[in-house]
């Protein structure tokens, strides 16, 4: 009931002797993630204790995934080193990186999406929450105690509304949400999301968040349109930005009646999507299509 992560995933963690790495890894073993190894070259051959579980850290990715097992890393570094920890990743053959990092250049973000992407290496970000398999493991920085596991299959530019909907929703429960990230340029879009929810039979429900600027949604919609038959609810941040302004991400860039949320929310509805025009009132969109369609929602 998973896409992306399950409980059988082995993490380790770049970065995990830093401060955000140790606050954040003890968050995911606390979650139920089997994080099997951190990664710092100056701290090889220590051991972090997380309360009942010891960390050993190497000095490399490939040494620590020939002495774990490791397929998924998640990465806690500074802007700076972000490229060149991805690319390192990336050589060592890890199949997933969750690139939790915010402020990083666009242009380290073009290089190493592109090579991880020729690696065969999914990335998932930069500047993102990460993701999570409710009750089973969670990489990155999600809360896991906000919701359970079920059957909706949640993607998000907003790391905020990410925990916005999994909160409003979790009587119903969710099979995996992923933060894809609001940067320009991401590893892994909507519709890689799409399509591994509707490839997914424990998934029966997609929940898509977009904010205004560029048309990674508009895109999303047509893929909607062709190739899934899941029902899909959206939501798109941005319906009261006021005009001229810049926004928080720095995705969220409009050009005239380009990537407005309007114009986003008539391509998804064009495409069979029901557009809440809130996150409460998408949570209660998606009570409503499940109850049509019968199955049990609890108040």
Same mark, same amino acid.
């Given at each position: ?66 002495? /774990? ?66 009750? #089973? ?33 979790? &009587? ?25 929810? #509707? &490839? ?77 025009? /809130?996150? /409460?009132?998408?949570? #209660? ?15």
């Amino acid at each position: 009931m998973a896409i992306y992560l399950t409980k059988e995933s082995k993490v380790l963690v770049q970065g995990m002797t830093g401060g955000e790495g140790m606050k954040h890894t003890r968050r995911m073993l606390a979650a139920g993630t089997n994080v099997v190894a951190g990664v710092n070259p100056r701290k090889a051959g220590r051991t972090v204790d997380f309360d009942d579980r010891a960390v050993p850290v190497h000095g490399s990715v490939r040494e620590a995934m020939e002495a /774990t097992g490791a397929d998924v890393s998640v990465v806690f570094v500074p802007p700076a080193f972000v490229r060149a920890a991805v690319i390192e990743a990336a050589d060592a053959g890890i199949g997933l990186a969750v690139v939790i990092t915010e402020g990083i250049p666009v242009h380290d973000s073009v290089a190493f999406t592109a090579y991880a992407k020729s690696k065969g290496t999914r990335i998932i970000g930069p500047n993102c929450p990460g993701l999570i398999t409710p009750g #089973q493991s969670n990489a990155g920085i999600i809360p896991a105690d906000i919701t359970k596991p079920g059957r909706i299959g949640l993607v998000s530019k907003s790391g905020t509304l990410t925990y916005q909907l999994m909160y409003e929703l979790r &009587d119903i429960g969710f099979s995996t949400c992923v933060g894809i990230g609001g940067d320009p340029v991401v590893g892994t879009t909507h519709i890689d999301c799409l399509a591994a929810f #509707q &490839d997914d039979p424990d998934t029966d429900l997609i929940v898509l968040i977009g904010e205004i600027g560029g048309d990674a949604e508009e895109r999303a919609a047509a893929y909607i349109r062709e190739h899934v038959t899941k029902p899909v609810v959206g939501y798109i941040a941005g319906f009261t930005a006021p005009e001229g302004k810049t926004m928080g991400h720095a995705g969220a860039i409009v050009s005239g009646s380009s990537g407005t949320a309007q114009a986003k929310k008539k391509a998804l509805e064009a495409a069979g999507v029901r557009v809440g025009s /809130t996150p /409460t009132e998408t949570a #209660q969109q998606v009570l409503a299509l499940l109850a049509a369609e019968g199955d049990v929602v609890h108040s």
